[in-house]
């Protein structure tokens, strides 16, 4: 479980192929050493399980699902990565709660830059839009975010100066791919009440 408070940016050092299917990734970051086998932490949004670490890095692998249903096997050596290790009974919860399970992903369909900040209007496909509510909560790229605006099958998203230096969306583009992960609770809500609507019938 995760909070959608992005730690520390974090760079791929290394990426190499599992059996012609899943990857496994070695990530450059501060807290390293200090990590655990075991351990989970999301990058980009997409929660992963360290398989070993050194003083520099961390090691996870990606089987086919997740490369799959995220961005993650678009990534290369170099790609900066967003960062969150995983909630604690100490942690407060700071943005909204996370699971680290990548619902789909979007694509950026414009970047504006205003006074004080920038929006960001992403795309994603049309099965998920019962998902989205305006100032609702939803995951992009692994950060807590307030849905500004929707309309049809795109929302738009207002990123703070400190959100924007401090997570890897300073480094996206139009046309980009952002990993989704929709408000747990919404998810929960939409399945029961599609399951009484069908039982009513």
């Given amino acids: 479980?995760?909070?959608?408070?992005?730690?520390?940016?974090?760079?791929?050092?290394?990426?190499?192929?599992?059996?012609?299917?899943?990857?496994?990734?070695?990530?450059?970051?501060?807290?390293?050493?200090?990590?655990?086998?075991?351990?989970?932490?999301?990058?980009?949004?997409?929660?992963?399980?360290?398989?070993?670490?050194?003083?520099?890095?961390?090691?996870?692998?990606?089987?086919?699902?997740?490369?799959?249903?995220?961005?993650?096997?678009?990534?290369?050596?170099?790609?900066?990565?967003?960062?969150?290790?995983?909630?604690?009974?100490?942690?407060?919860?700071?943005?909204?709660?996370?699971?680290?399970?990548?619902?789909?992903?979007?694509?950026i369909q414009k970047i504006v830059q205003e006074k004080t900040g920038w929006l960001l209007t992403i795309e994603y496909p049309d099965e998920f839009t019962n998902m989205i509510v305006g100032r609702g909560s939803v995951t992009v790229e692994g950060i807590s975010l307030t849905v500004a605006r929707e309309s049809g099958n795109q929302f738009t998203v207002a990123i703070i100066p400190y959100t924007w230096a401090h997570t890897n969306l300073k480094d996206k583009k139009e046309g980009d791919p952002l990993n989704l992960e929709f408000d747990v609770i919404g998810k929960y809500v939409v399945k029961y009440l599609s399951k009484i609507g069908r039982d009513s019938l």
């Fill in 1 to 107: 479980m995760f909070t959608g408070i992005v730690q520390e940016i974090g760079k791929v050092a290394e990426i190499r192929s599992l059996n012609g299917g899943g990857q496994e990734m070695k990530i450059f970051c501060s807290f390293a050493d200090t990590c655990h086998e075991d351990e989970s932490i999301s990058i980009n949004g997409a929660c992963h399980t360290v398989t070993a670490f050194d003083e520099d890095t961390f090691t996870v692998q990606s089987v086919e699902e997740t490369l799959r249903k995220t961005s993650i096997g678009e990534l290369e050596n170099g790609s900066p990565v967003n960062l969150e290790r995983s909630l604690t009974l100490q942690t407060g919860i700071e943005g909204h709660l996370v699971q680290g399970h990548v619902d789909t992903t979007g694509t």
